[in-house]
């Protein structure tokens, strides 16, 4: 689980501390808008290798 698996409890788009409130995918996130942009690059990434 490298790569797009960040620490829990920080941001996995911009690395600021998420204190929980936004989430997308089992990952935390500091604003909504960050959620919102890592579902989109996740589905984006997912659509282009296929799966
Ligand atoms: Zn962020």
Not at 11 to 36: I, N, T
Request: proline share 2%; with cysteine; hydrophobic share 45%.
């Amino acid at each position: 689980m490298a790569g797009i698996a960040a620490t829990p409890g920080y941001c996995a788009v911009c690395g600021r501390e998420a204190d929980g409130q936004f989430r997308r995918l089992g990952e935390a996130f500091c604003s909504e808008a960050h959620a919102v942009e890592f579902a989109r690059e996740v589905r984006a990434l997912a659509e282009g290798i296929g799966i």
